[in-house]
Nanobody, 123 residues
Framework: VQLQASGGGLVQPGGSLRLSCVAS????????MGWFRQAPGKEREFVAA????????YYADSLKGRFTLTRGNAKNWMYLQMDSLKPEDTAVYYC?????????????????WGQGTLVTVSS
């Protein structure tokens, strides 16, 4: 499975961005998708995850209410809508996936990773 993340860029504080991630390759099995991020000088951290059907999501506590994760009708697409962005949201955002029907928030629980897309929140 290959993952391709896109949609990063420069945005002012309070602005919005939508990140996309598409999975290709052997995607016939049901799989969970998620986002992680890594800020400069910090460890990678969990952002959000969505189950195969798109009906269940799980967010990092600090991001609830500002970030919304959805899955496209074509299940291999995932979208992260980020609103009310803050400078501390600046990071490289990575999409990840693994086979399974639940929700996972541990970095070590994911099998496949995309290359990352940079989000910079600055005035």
């Amino acid at each position: 499975v290959q993952l391709q993340a896109s949609g990063g860029g420069l945005v002012q504080p309070g602005g919005s961005l939508r990140l996309s991630c598409v999975a290709s390759g052997r995607t016939s099995s049901r799989y969970v998708m998620g986002w992680f991020r890594q800020a400069p000088g910090k460890e990678r951290e969990f952002v959000a995850a969505i189950n195969w059907s798109g009906e269940s999501t799980y967010y990092a506590d600090s991001l609830k209410g500002r970030f919304t994760l959805t899955r496209g009708n074509a299940k291999n697409w995932m979208y992260l809508q980020m609103d009310s962005l803050k400078p501390e949201d600046t990071a490289v955002y990575y999409c990840a996936s693994r086979q399974g029907l639940g929700l996972f928030y541990g970095e070590e629980q994911y099998t496949y990773w995309g290359q990352g897309t940079l989000v910079t929140v600055s005035s």
